[in-house]
């Protein structure tokens, strides 16, 4: 099994970009997947989720209202653009992926996840 995330890069306070994570050896459409962050000293938080089977989604305060994630069941990707980026969006992005059937809001606790990418850095310049 292999999460492949990227899309992140360094962009100006204010900008958009839109981070991908495809998986191979394991089913999006299934189970929940979605999105964390790590910003330098600090934990890894949630960002965003989808679930598997019904489509609902679910986001983290600091993301909500500049951010839909979806879910592209052809090419087994999960999309998070992100609108109006700030300084402290600055952080590494992991996609995840949880068991079988798990929901988005099983997603938003970091032990739900089964499987992880390898990370795509944001920097998001003042």
């Known amino acids: 099994v292999q999460l492949q995330a990227s899309g992140g890069g360094l962009v100006q306070a204010g900008d958009s970009l839109r981070l991908s994570c495809t998986g191979f050896g394991v089913t999006f459409n299934n189970r929940a997947v979605g999105w964390f962050r790590q910003a330098p000293g600090k934990d890894r938080e949630f960002v965003a989720a989808?679930?598997?089977?019904?489509?609902?989604?679910g986001y983290s305060d600091s993301v909500k209202g500049r951010s839909a994630i979806s879910r592209d069941n052809t090419k087994n990707t999960v999309y998070l653009p992100m609108n109006s980026l700030k300084p402290e969006d600055t952080a590494v992005y992991y996609c995840?992926?949880?068991?079988?059937?798990?929901?988005?809001?099983?997603?938003?606790?970091?032990?739900?996840?089964?499987?992880w990418g390898q990370g795509t850095l944001v920097t998001v310049s003042s």
């Open positions: 989808i679930s598997g089977d019904t489509d609902n989604t």
């Open positions: 995840a992926a949880g068991r079988y059937r798990t929901t988005w809001r099983q997603l938003r606790d970091i032990n739900s996840a089964l499987y």
